[in-house]
Every structure is written in C-alpha cells, then in structure tokens.
C-alpha cells in the first residue's frame, strides 16, 4: 500500500501574510493621520483669517473705523509694519530673506495709488505675484505644500486683499468690464462693418485680444470645460453678428 506525505505548508507563508496585513494596517493609520493633520492646518487657517477679519472690522464706539490704514482698506498701517517687519527677518527658499515681505509693501502702494489689490497678471512682476499668492493660498487650504503661511494670509487679509478675484478685473466687476468691451466691439463695426478685429489691431490692441479670447471661451464652454462664457454673453454677441472663427488678415 502506497502512503502519501502531508505537505505541510511552512511557517514563512503565514508569517508574510501576517506581515502584509501589518503593512495595511500601518498605511491605514498613516492615512488617517496625514488626513487629521491636513484637516488640522485648515481649521487654524479658517481661525486666523475669522481673526484678522474681525480685527480689520473693528470699529469704534461711533462707527469710525480705527484700523484702517491710509490706504483705506483693512488692518491699521501700525500692525501691518510690524508683521512684515517679522516677515522680512524670515529665512526663506534658497537662503533669500525678505523678497515675499517687499513684494508684499509694493502691493501696499499700488493699493493706496488704486484703491484696491487686484493687480493684473499683464502689469508686471507684481501681478504675477499677486496671482502666486492666490494659487499658494488655495494649496495651503488644500493641505499641500505651500509657501503661504497663516502670517502671511493674516497680511493680506489686513490689506485688503482678494483671495477670490473671479469676479474681479482691475478693480472693477468682471462683467462691467465685458460689458465696456463689447460697446467698443459696437463701435468698430459701426466703422468697419463687421466685427473682424484683428489681434494685432493697432488702434486698439486690447480689444483685438479681447475679442479672440471670447472665441477662446467659447470653445471652452462647447467642451464642458471652465469657462467665463455664458449663455447670455453668447446671446449679446450673435446680436452684432459675431463671428467665433476668425480668417481676417490685418487692419489698421
């Protein structure tokens, strides 16, 4: 009579599945932490900048604001010195020190000559900048990486700052500002019979981009994608016949 052997399975194999059941475990913990402490960063955020607000709105007894700067908007000059004071004896990224808190004073003056912060990207180094602060600002609330810093949000914030420009081109509402560019848009077809602006238009540079962006946005909107067009933009543009694919050539 032929025997057979049981095979018994060694003891490595339960001690590897006993390992990865320790490694997801593990991974489960560390996700669970990495989640609490994202979800740390933005409560004290949310503190910071629900205190500077309150203190930016503070009032006196009879209704004058007694923190706000000369420029006019936000936190008294006095405290915003001394933040960047402290913001300019930083250490920052690749040993410089104190470039965030310098573009931060020219923000201030271009505020008091304005009126306001809404610095536009095509104005230089200073709106490219402005823009930085809005993308940094959105990673800081998202829990990545960020050269945005509670101090430095409670700077802004105190200045007057607009974390949320969507709705804002220079200082004035988006659609105020559409609205100006199409009445010039009326005016060139009045003169030349259509709405053809060139890109390159040399009496009027602005609207010829102006122009080329709506196509821009147009084709954004029939993808589904993010757009500044709308429905109703599109109905006030066919009413002047525009046309959304361009072959003209250029027009002085």
């Known amino acids: 009579r032929s025997t057979r052997r049981r095979h018994v399975l060694p003891n490595y194999i ?33 503190r910071d900048l629900a205190k500077s607000e309150r203190e930016a709105s503070d009032t006196d007894d009879d209704g004058t604001d007694n923190k706000a700067p000369k420029g006019g908007n936000g936190g008294s000059a006095e405290e915003l010195e001394e933040l960047l004071d402290k913001e300019e004896k930083k250490k920052v990224h690749r040993g410089q020190t104190g470039m965030w808190a310098k573009q931060a004073r020219e923000l201030m003056k271009y505020r ?92 009027n540079q602005q609207l010829g981009k102006w122009v080329r962006d709506q196509r821009t946005q147009y084709r954004l909107m029939q993808l589904g994608k993010p757009s500044q067009m709308n429905d109703e933009r599109v109905q006030q543009l066919k009413a002047v016949d525009f046309v959304w694919q361009s072959r003209r050539g250029p027009r002085h």
């Open 14 to 46: 339960d001690n590897d599945s006993d390992s990865d059941s320790d490694d997801w475990r593990m991974k489960q913990v560390n996700r669970t932490r990495k989640l609490q402490t994202q979800a740390g960063k933005r409560k004290r955020i949310d």
């Open 112 to 203: 008091d000559e304005h009126g306001h912060c809404n610095v536009l990207q095509r104005d230089g180094s200073l709106g490219w900048w402005v823009d930085r602060q809005r993308q940094s600002y959105k990673k800081l609330n998202a829990g990545i990486k960020s050269q945005m810093t509670p101090e430095r949000v409670k700077i802004l914030t105190l200045m007057g700052f607009e974390w949320d420009a969507s709705h804002m081109v220079g200082g004035k509402k988006n659609d105020e500002v559409w609205m100006e560019q199409l009445e010039k848009l009326k005016h060139y077809k009045e003169e030349h019979g259509d709405c053809l602006v060139p890109q390159r238009y040399e009496s």
